[in-house]
Antibody
Framework: EVQLVESGGGLVKPGGSLRLSCAASGFSFTNVWMTWVRQAPGKGLEWVGRIKSQVAGATTDYSVAVKGRFTISRDDSENTVHLQMNDLKSEDTGIYYC??????????WGRGTQVSVSS | DIVMTQSPDSLAVSLGERATINCKSSRSVLFGSNYKNYLAWYQQKPGQPPKLLIYWASTRQSGVPDRFSGSGSRTDFTLTISSLQAEDVAVYYCQQYYTTPLTFGGGTKVEI
């Protein structure tokens, strides 16, 4: 059974940093692209960014809203993907979901981790 | 960026009746070399993460009941629930994956 478990969320002041992690199990992590999606309170879904598999170069793409502030990385030895978030803003508040990415359709989702940015 | 526009924002359907949700993309998501539409549908129930229902515009994800169907091509797509069940109350999102940034529609809330 595919499992994705996010962690690392919390309350942080504007300008602060957080590092989210997503532990994956139940599938061959090495071959899978991973994507982060967020959802602001009471709002819709917003793509944050993705990291391709190592065989595809482990390249990353980001939304304009987070480019330059967020970094996605992966540790295939630990079956984990990370989202390093710097210079956080109030508009970054929301639930952050880790997903598997099958050519862009997001076929498995974690339960999410809450990030709150407030002074 | 490709803008995804869903309609309606919400709809109320009686149990056993048909629900139809529309999604329009600002440009074609049909990839010419494989003739696939890079369009997915998700269901999100309150307090839960989204769940993939349909990909390639019309392929049901494993385990999804066959009352859910997707149709359309290029810029106009539809998600149909043929006979609404109580457990189908949720918000439904379309998403294009033709190009980054991946973009979602604003969601359609389906109620009884």
């Amino acid at each position: 059974e595919v499992q994705l478990v996010e962690s690392g969320g919390g309350l942080v002041k504007p300008g602060g940093s957080l590092r989210l992690s997503c532990a994956a199990s139940g599938f061959s992590f090495t071959n899978v692209w991973m994507t982060w999606v967020r959802q602001a309170p009471g709002k819709g879904l917003e793509w944050v960014g993705r990291i391709k598999s190592q065989v595809a170069g482990a390249t990353t793409d980001y939304s304009v809203a987070v480019k330059g502030r967020f970094t996605i990385s992966r540790d295939d030895s630990e079956n984990t993907v990370h989202l390093q978030m710097n210079d956080l803003k109030s508009e970054d508040t929301g639930i952050y979901y880790c997903t598997t990415d099958y050519s862009g359709s997001l076929d498995n989702w974690g339960r999410g981790t809450q990030v709150s940015v407030s002074s | 960026d490709i803008v995804m526009t869903q309609s309606p924002d919400s709809l109320a359907v009686s149990l056993g009746e048909r629900a139809t949700i529309n999604c329009k993309s600002s440009r074609s998501v049909l990839f010419g070399s494989n003739y696939k539409n890079y369009l997915a549908w998700y269901q999100q129930k309150p307090g839960q993460p989204p769940k993939l229902l349909i990909y390639w515009a019309s392929t049901r994800q494993s385990g999804v009941p066959d009352r859910f169907s997707g149709s359309g091509s290029r810029t106009d797509f539809t998600l149909t629930i043929s006979s609404l069940q109580a457990e189908d109350v949720a918000v439904y999102y379309c998403q294009q994956y033709y190009t980054t940034p991946l973009t979602f529609g604003g969601g359609t809330k389906v109620e009884i």
